[in-house]
Each structure stands twice: as C-alpha cells, then as structure tokens.
C-alpha cells in the first residue's frame, strides 16, 4: 500500500494495493534486476521508456524510479528500497511533488507542451535531487513534438530523467527508442496473479473460491488492474462472510458455466442441432451474453486443440482438475481437422455478431453450422468409404458413377462420382458435364490437385484446346490481354482433354489464376471448362518455349554466310532479332526491282545531300531552268 494515503474515503483495490517499492512488483524480475544493479552500481540512464499491455505497472514502475531517485529516508543518493514515508515519497506517492512531473500525452500532444519542457529543464530542481518528468502514454505525441524533444533527450541536464510509458511501443520512432533504455514489462503468468489476489482478498478478510479466482484471472488476461478491479467487484457480490464461488463470478462477468460450456460444445461436436439449440436458449435465458458464449467455444476449441498436441502445453493452472480430465477425454475424440475448422467457423460467427439484426440470432446460426459441418465425413472417411464400397449407383441423371482421377494425384486424390451439374450443357448439347472435385488425405489438402469428375462417359472428341497457344490466342481475341499474359507466364501445361486443362503453376503465379482462367475460357467456348491444378511439375511455360525458339532461331541465323559478313563488317554488333520474310519482301520481281533501282541511285558522301541520278543533269528535279 501506498504511504501517505490517509484519505477516509473508500480506495480501490487497484489504488490501496498499488507497489510502492521494487520488492512488491510482481511478475517483473528482469526489470527489478537491472534496475537493482544500476541503482547500486550509479549507472542509472537520463532516460526510460517502459512498455507493456494494461495494468502491468508502467506508471507504478515510473513512480518508484522517481521515489528511489529523490528518497531522503535512505541517505544522500538515490535508492533502490525508497522508504516511502519521507515527504519527498509521500509528495511523489500523490502526485504532487513539484519536481516529478507527470504528463499525459493523451492530452497534450503538441509541440508547444514539449516546449514548456525543454523550457523548464535548463532550471534545478527545487527540493529534490532529480527532475524527473514522467510522460504517459507517449506514442500519442505528435511528429513534431517528438522532433522538439530529440536534443534535450539525447544531452539532458545532469539533474533531468526522463521517463515515458506507452501501451504501443512501435508508435514511438526509432531516434527516440534510441535514447532510451527500454524495459518490456510482461503480461503476469496465472500462477502469480492466483497467488497475488488469494493474498489480497486474505487482507481484505473475503472468502473467494479458487475457482472464482481462475474466473477473474482469465477475464483479466494478465493485467494487475484489471484483475483487482473485478476482485473489487466480486467482493460487492455477497455478503459479509459469505464465501464467493464461481458461480457468482460467471454472473457477474456475464459468464456461461464451464460445464454447460463443455455440453454445448459436446453436443455441438455430437451434431445434435435440437440440443446445442436448447443449451444455448438455456444459458441464453440465464443470462449469458451470445457473444461471450461464442468467445468461450472458440478459447476452448483452442485448448482442446492445444491439449491434444500436448498436456504439458495445455496445463493452465485457472482450470478445474475435472474441466481438465474432461477436456483430455474430449481432445482424444476430436481430430485436428476437426477442431481447427471449428476453429474458423467461430471465428467468422464472431464476425458477423456485430452485422447480425440480433446477437443471439447470430449465435444459434453458428451453432447450426457447427453441428451441420460436424456431420460431414472427413476426406480421409470419403476416400475409405470409396476403396471399400466402391463408387455409388448411377443418378438419375443417367450419370453411371465413373469417375477418372487427374493424372499427378499420385494416390492422394482419388475421383468421385456426381450428378449432373447444375448449369452445365446437357448431353444433348454435344457436350458432357464436367464437374471439379477435390479429396484430399491428410494434411496435403492445399498442395492437392483439384480432380475433374465426368458425370457421364466423355467421347473421345477433339479437345477445345491442344496447347498453350490455342488458349492464349483465344484470350487475346476476347481481348484478356492481361490474363494471356500471366498464362503464357505462370502456367505448364500436363494435359489437355475435353473441356479440361491440366496445369501446374509456376512460381510466383497469382493464386487466383486458375479460377480466373476457368471462368474466361468457359464463357469464351460457351461450356463448362475446368482448369485443374496438377503436383506434377508440367511442361515450360509458353513464354520459357518462345524463348527457347528465339535462341534457336537467332543461333540458326548466326551460321548464315550472309549474317557472319554483317557482323565482321560492323564491330560490336549483334542480333537483335529475327523475323520471317513478308510475301511481299520474299516476292523475286519486286526483290530484284528494289535492287535495280538501287543501283541506278547515287549516294552523295553528304548525308543531307539529295539523291542525285548518274544521267544528265538536266534531270534533276531541283536544277534551275
């Protein structure tokens, strides 16, 4: 506790039990150290910058620096152990020592405040050793405030410490973190906070159950103030002597019931839609907040996920020893697949909760999708129900169920029948509707190769396209001259069938190309077309075998009798490029008529001179009469 509070009026826990020496920090051990061994060695910095989430003891932190700097009770220098009873720790203590001054930069943010510092500084202090300013929330100074301060922070005056405190250290410019020493204080482990509020709550004479203690401890999420602010408000909950357990602390948080919880996930995971709905209306009834029960699932679905890839990492000490023996039973059922697409869902719900006309809407939403989704099989069970069963009957779309599984799949990806596709030409049409399947096993689901299903038996027909030149002719027609462009240079090519492009994609490709590609070259044949991502490594891209043809082609040329006179003739040249003969240059008669009149022509060794004919000079069009 604080010295020198001696108000009658009612103190806040996070007030009345705030440190007021290095001793009482919790959770800090490292700054403690380093700060101890400057303070006994006299290498204490100009300058501090202390950064941490809420309510770990950034401020508190500060006032025990500025207390151990000017503390009278211990000696004629500073302290690491200030005695928090002279007037200089109890002035400080207040807030109200005339030379340790506290600045919120939330509130002051321009430069002419940091004016009326550097201003001030150039003065001693007037009663104690140091001035120390402490300023709050510093990321908050504007561009040019942090200019102003740049000097006198680097070369302050012997008598002047500085020490800032922010919640948003990368907001702080480098050349101010440069001057500073910095010091990161880190959230509070459960373990110590459990501890340091079961004392609390001991010197305050209040029963409180270890499990109303895990509740507050995990709602505060590390943070010492907000920890002793709901211990404060769980001591109003009861009476005098009466003990407060869980129970009343879920209601005061707004809280659904661990167990509950555990039984809605339970029956969510089961697929049982009608009785996750009831729990959810039942919580929802009793007062839990939708948006709270949805946080809940998804912290733990990441337990459950954390659990099952080990216990050691899954202990958390704010857990029951039955929710843990629960959770364990319930991490083996679960698969990973399982538990990270649930994962993502909840994420999402959490998402539209702010779009959704009633929260409580949105939560059972969720919750029909969960269950909904919890019933699927997982690609592993399709592709063993498929080897075992075979594939199904035909539809009654006439489809016959046979599958052909894309070349490169390597046995991962195996085909499956389907009906009809829904917008797809009919048979009649002269085409057979194709549809894009993937089934992947394991965890190879983003590297697989999307697999072409053909609903009904395919003809051996001409396909749309035979290469890489075919597709991309027919892009620049419809004038996609970008998307020619990115499939002449990211795409190569495994196999072209009816309707079907086998590609592979080259590195740095868009991850949209294929769908892209699909949807343009379906609209430009007029039919569903499928472009299908291989793992095979395909063939060169069209623009690798353009190239690879100039470079034959320009050596081809370079043998030429007549291109090795050129380049003997002209030093340093070389071939640029190579171009077929036009009709009209490859025609003889007017070949040999350019020559001709070539012949018949002059070159004056005047570069601007006109063309002048060998005949008679009366000719020339520019002789005077």
């Keep these: 506790m604080d010295a020198g509070t001696t108000d009658s009026a009612y103190q806040v826990l996070a007030r009345k039990y705030r440190p007021g020496h290095f001793k009482d920090l919790i959770g800090q051990e490292a700054m403690v150290k380093t700060l101890t061994n400057a303070f006994a060695h006299d290498r204490i910095a100009h300058a501090f910058i202390l950064t941490g989430v809420r309510g770990v003891g950034k401020t508190t932190t500060a006032r025990i620096i500025a207390k151990g700097l000017n503390c009278t009770g211990r000696g004629d220098g500073p302290t690491i152990d200030p005695c928090c009873e002279c007037p200089s720790c109890v002035a400080i203590a207040a807030g109200r020592h005339v030379d340790v001054i506290e600045m919120d930069a939330a509130s002051n943010t321009g430069v002419d405040d940091v004016r009326e510092i550097i201003e001030s500084v150039r003065y001693r202090a007037v009663e104690a050793r140091y001035k120390v300013y402490i300023i709050d929330e510093v990321h908050m100074l504007s561009t040019s405030a942090f200019n102003a301060l740049l000097k006198t922070l680097e070369e302050p005056p012997e008598h002047v410490v500085f020490i800032f405190a922010t919640t948003e250290i990368r907001k702080v410019p480098v050349t101010v973190l440069s001057r500073c020493q910095r010091f990161d204080l880190r959230r509070i482990e459960p373990e110590v906070m459990l501890e340091h509020l079961s004392g609390i709550a001991t010197k305050e004479g209040a029963k409180i159950t270890s499990d109303a203690l895990g509740l507050i401890v995990r709602a505060a999420e590390g943070s010492v103030r907000d920890a002793l602010s709901l211990l404060d408000q769980a001591l109003a909950q009861t009476a005098d002597g009466e003990e407060i357990d869980a129970a009343a602390v879920r209601s005061m948080l707004g809280l659904a019931d661990r167990g509950r919880l555990f039984d809605l996930f339970e029956a969510v ?64 059922r679960l698969s990973m697949r399982t538990l990270t697409r649930s994962w993502q869902m909840l994420l999402k719900a959490m998402e539209e909760l702010a779009r959704a006309p009633s929260a409580i809407m949105a939560a059972e939403m969720a919750v029909i999708r ?204 070389r071939i640029v490029a190579v171009r077929p003969l036009t009709p009209a240059a490859a025609a003889p008669a007017e070949s040999d008529a350019a020559l001709a009149r070539d012949d018949e022509l002059d070159y004056d060794d005047d570069p601007d001179a006109p063309l002048l004919d060998d005949g008679d000079a009366s000719d020339d069009p520019f002789e005077e009469d």
Aim: proline share 9%; net charge negative; hydrophobic share 45%.
């Design 269 to 332: 995971m089961a697929g049982d839609t009608a009785g996750a709905l009831g729990e959810l209306a039942r919580q929802y009834a009793d007062g839990a907040d939708p948006a709270v029960v949805l946080r809940d699932l998804a912290e733990l679905t990441h337990w459950l996920s954390v659990l099952r890839i080990s216990n050691e990492l899954g202990e958390d000490p704010t857990i029951s020893p039955a929710e843990r023996d629960r959770g364990r039973a319930l991490a083996a």
């Design 370 to 573: 969960l269950t909904h989704v919890a019933e699927l099989p997982s690609p592993e069970e399709l592709i063993r129900k498929l080897e075992t069963e075979g594939p199904p009957p035909p539809g009654p779309g006439g489809a016959s169920g046979r599958g052909q599984a894309a070349p490169g799949g390597g046995g991962m990806a195996r085909s499956a029948a389907t009906g009809p596709v829904q917008g797809a030409p009919r048979a009649e049409d002269g085409h057979a509707p194709v549809a894009a399947l993937r089934v992947v096993a394991g965890d190879a689901a983003a590297a697989a190769p999307a697999v072409a299903v053909e609903a009904s038996p395919v003809p051996e027909t001409a396909p749309a396209f035979s290469d890489m030149v075919g597709i991309v002719t027919a892009l620049e027609r419809a004038q996609e001259y970008l998307l020619a462009d990115e499939a002449a240079r990211f795409l190569r090519p495994v196999g072209f069938r009816e309707s079907v492009f086998e590609t592979a994609l080259g590195e740095g490709a868009p991850a949209d190309l294929p769908g892209r590609l699909s949807e343009m070259l379906g609209k430009i044949t007029g039919r569903r077309f499928s472009v299908v991502l291989s793992r095979e490594a395909g063939g060169p891209t069209l623009r690798e075998e353009r190239a690879q043809a100039a470079a034959e082609t320009a050596e081809a040329a370079s043998a030429h009798p007549l291109v090795l006179a050129a380049l003997e003739t002209f030093p340093g040249a």
